[in-house]
């Protein structure tokens, strides 16, 4: 079974505050991708990592790629009542052709003014 | 770029009605479209794989005879719920697959249809 392990489940922190989200799993993908999500509505995709290794910001946010390619983490600096949603990660492996995505169990995150 | 439509974005039905949803992508091509069902504050499980042209990939435990998946053109593919119920009562997302993408496991995702059965 594919499983992509996403902790913590639930973050409730305050404004300024500064966060990590994981997404760990004993399978390599080969793209990983995070997705916020605010209540009803559908999932945005903030970015997506395909190297081993590999660091991308987007502002406040820092994504890393585990080396091996099996997990990744999102940073949040000085978080903001703004940040506050569900965040998913989803992880493709290369050797189906589907484009299927096995996604984490998310993390609810809230950010308190 | 990498819009994708769903409609309605509400539904409210009567139980042993049938209800289609809607997902387009507007501004590219999808050979390939997902289906996800969400509860609250849960991640998002997916029922099926639509490609246009063929039958629908559904997942373990999907019932394939109850939601019915059609992927007519590159740009559209319905969900119809039959026979809906109250546990049917649900978010369902749908997510597409650029078509030019080839290699990439991006999905763009709808803005998500809010079932309730009566």
């Known amino acids: 079974t594919q499983l992509l392990e996403q902790s913590p489940q639930f973050l409730s922190i305050q404004e300024g505050e500064n966060l990590t989200v994981y997404c760990n799993s004993s399978s390599v993908f080969s793209s990983l991708q995070w997705y916020r999500q605010e209540p009803g509505e559908g999932p945005v995709l903030l970015v997506t990592?395909?190297?081993?290794?590999e660091v991308k910001k987007l502002k406040r946010l820092t994504f890393q790629f585990g080396d091996a390619r099996k997990d990744s983490s999102l940073h949040i600096t000085a978080a903001q009542p703004g940040d506050t949603g569900l965040y998913l990660c989803?992880?493709?492996?290369?050797?189906?052709?589907?484009?299927?995505?096995?996604f984490g169990q998310g993390t609810t995150l809230q950010v308190k003014p | 770029g990498a819009v994708v439509s769903q409609h309605p974005s509400r539904v409210i039905c009567k139980s042993g009605t049938s209800v289609k949803i809607e997902c387009r992508s507007l501004d590219f091509q999808a050979t390939t479209m997902f289906w996800y069902r969400q509860f609250p504050k849960q991640s998002l499980m997916l029922m099926a794989t639509s490609n246009e042209g063929s039958k629908a990939t559904y997942e373990q435990g999907v019932e394939k005879d109850k939601f019915l998946i059609n992927h007519a053109s590159l740009t559209l593919s319905t969900l119809t719920v039959t026979s809906a119920h109250p546990e049917d009562s649900s978010f369902y997302i749908c997510s597409a697959r650029d078509r030019s993408g080839q290699g990439s496991y991006e999905q763009f995702f709808g803005p998500g249809t809010r079932l309730t059965v009566l």
């Open positions: 990592v395909v190297t081993g290794g």
């Open positions: 989803a992880g493709a492996h290369g050797s189906s052709n589907t484009g299927k995505l096995i």
